[in-house]
């Protein structure tokens, strides 16, 4: 089945520092979601991306799908200790009815 | 109100018991999924269902049995439990969205129930 690679499994960040997750697929995915998952909480939809190249941003979240739609990034800009969680990618391809999630980046973020 | 319930939330039980876990989702969606969450948080689908019927059907052992008796509703049967069986199953539902064909819009979990086999 289509897989998406994510990196880092784990970061641990001061607050205030910035923080990258990176997502990688062999083949060209359709779109891509993002969801955060809090400790002891369930997956929760961040954005999704569709178009070749496109950016978004939320507030402090920027996110990223590469020109080639087999790549995608999630950078949160001076972290804050509420941004505590995993974030995961989870890719969409044609022809494959489901989603499949990243393993995902765990975040720590120390005061 | 909540958009995907599940129950219960959590499940203590032995080894070869029998158990079930309940979902019901109120967003009028068409499609219902169980997602399996390991110590390692990966998600892993297990199980789609569009409209009752099963579309996905993963690698799962045949004890995990999905039924859902409308489109709100998708239950799960887990016969003779394992020990590898612990995790939290989330039931989660979606429109699907066509775009190169069908395929998941985005996803509403629900809370999730913590199962530990003893």
């Known amino acids: 089945g289509q897989q998406v690679m994510q990196i880092p499994q784990y970061q641990h960040v001061q607050e205030g520092e910035d923080f990258t997750t990176y997502c990688n697929s062999s083949?060209?995915?359709?779109?891509i979601q993002w969801y955060k998952q809090r400790p002891g909480g369930h997956p929760v939809f961040l954005i999704q991306l569709v178009k070749s190249g496109e950016v978004k941003k939320q507030k402090r979240l920027t996110f990223q799908f590469g020109e080639a739609k087999k790549n995608s990034s999630l950078h949160i800009t001076a972290t804050q200790t509420t941004d505590v969680g995993t974030y995961f990618c989870a890719g969409n391809w044609e022809g494959y009815s489901t989603l499949t999630f990243g393993k995902g980046t765990m975040l720590l973020v120390s005061p | 109100d909540t958009a995907v319930s599940q129950t219960p939330k959590y499940l203590v039980t032995q080894m070869g018991n029998d158990k079930s876990i309940k979902c019901e989702q109120n967003l009028g969606h068409d499609t219902m999924y169980w997602y399996k969450q390991d110590s390692k948080k990966f998600l892993k689908i297990m199980f789609s269902y569009n409209n009752k019927e099963l579309i996905i059907n993963e690698t799962v052992p045949n004890r995990f049995s999905p039924k859902s008796p409308d489109k709100a509703h998708l239950n799960l049967h887990i016969n003779s439990l394992e020990l590898g069986d612990s995790a939290v199953y989330f039931c989660?539902?979606?429109?699907?969205?066509?775009?190169?064909?069908?395929?998941?819009?985005?996803?509403?979990f629900g809370e999730g129930s913590r199962l530990t086999v003893l």
């Open positions: 989660a539902s979606s429109r699907r969205e066509l775009a190169g064909g069908l395929m998941a819009g985005e996803l509403f």
């Open positions: 083949t060209t995915l359709s779109n």
